[in-house]
Each structure stands twice: as structure tokens, then as C-alpha cells.
């Protein structure tokens, strides 16, 4: 595993890198449009390299949209009734989707484990979405994503050639 960026000045990093990130999706909207396979490959080589149990920064600072299916699925996983995980641990946000009533996420450990690992959100099983067909669909999601996660943030760097880390 390679050192993680230092969570405190990823925001900081990303919004170095935001600007060139926003270009080059402006001059290569078309070509990104076939990269999945190169997008996949850095996620595959920037993932292998990084520990998610020694940051969970996602479970920590993001919000998943909950689905009734996941519901069913943590419902199950705890041993409880639906209406009773909607109650204890879920809200409506204001755009109208179902969300954890708090960050960190309530399924978190001290540890960065997930009490809940195996029947977790789908947003959260997909994060951090780099590896998803079509990516460039999700392209500026993932520039948001770069302020959270050091994956995101090091497949846009080396996807669009920039490296603002240069020099610290």
C-alpha cells in the first residue's frame, strides 16, 4: 500500500487541480467518452495501492442515497423491521431522497469497519464510482468526489496529467 494523501489537504489539493480537471474535460468530452477501459485501469492500480480501512473519509463527510432495496437488504442485516432501520437511522433530504440521519455514517466503526459491510448502501458498495461504465456520465461527480477521496483524486490526476502534490 502506498502512503494515503493527507486527508487535511485533499480539499486543498483538489481545488488546485479543479480548474484542469474542468478543462480537460471541456477539450476531451468525445475521447473520454472511450476511455472506461483506461479510467477502469487506473482505478484498478490506484485502488490495489490504497487502504480505505486507514481513511474512510467517504463514510465519514458523505451522505449515500438509501434505497428501498437497501433498506430491505440493512433490515435483514440487523434483524429488524424495515419501518424500524427508517426510524432509527434514516431521513428524508431535501431532495426528497432517503439519507442516514448523521455523519459518520451510524454503521461505522472506530476501526473504519462497517458494522453493516455486507448488506451496505449499493451507492456505498459502487464508491467511489470510478471503476462504472460510462464514466465520463459521472465525470463531474467525481471532481466532487476528489475533495473526499484520495482514489478519485489520484485517478483525475494522472487521467488529466496533473500532479499539484509536485513540490510539497
Given at each position: ?30 475521447k ?5 477501459l ?45 419501518s ?18 448523521s ?12 458494522a ?19 464514466f ?31 513540490g510539497?
Open positions: 500500500m502506498s502512503k494515503l494523501i493527507d486527508l487535511k489537504l485533499l480539499p486543498t489539493l483538489a481545488a488546485k487541480s479543479e480548474a484542469n480537471w474542468q478543462r480537460f474535460l471541456v477539450k476531451n468530452k468525445k473520454l467518452e472511450g476511455m472506461d483506461q479510467v477502469h485501469a487506473l482505478h484498478d492500480k490506484i485502488s490495489e495501492r490504497t487502504d480505505c480501512l486507514s481513511c474512510g473519509n467517504c463514510c465519514r463527510t458523505l451522505g449515500p442515497r438509501i434505497t428501498d432495496k437497501d433498506i430491505d437488504r440493512m433490515a435483514k442485516s440487523l434483524r429488524i423491521k424495515t424500524d432501520v427508517i426510524a432509527k437511522y434514516l431521513r428524508v433530504d431535501e431532495d426528497g431522497d432517503m439519507v442516514f440521519k455523519m459518520p455514517c451510524p454503521f461505522l466503526g472506530a476501526d473504519n469497519y462497517c453493516i459491510y455486507e448488506s451496505r448502501p449499493k451507492a456505498c458498495r459502487e464508491y467511489p464510482h470510478t471503476d462504472r461504465k460510462r465520463y456520465q459521472i465525470y463531474k461527480l467525481s471532481i466532487k468526489n476528489a475533495y473526499t477521496c484520495p482514489i478519485v483524486f489520484e485517478v483525475l490526476e494522472e487521467l488529466t496529467d496533473s500532479n499539484p502534490t509536485k510539497l
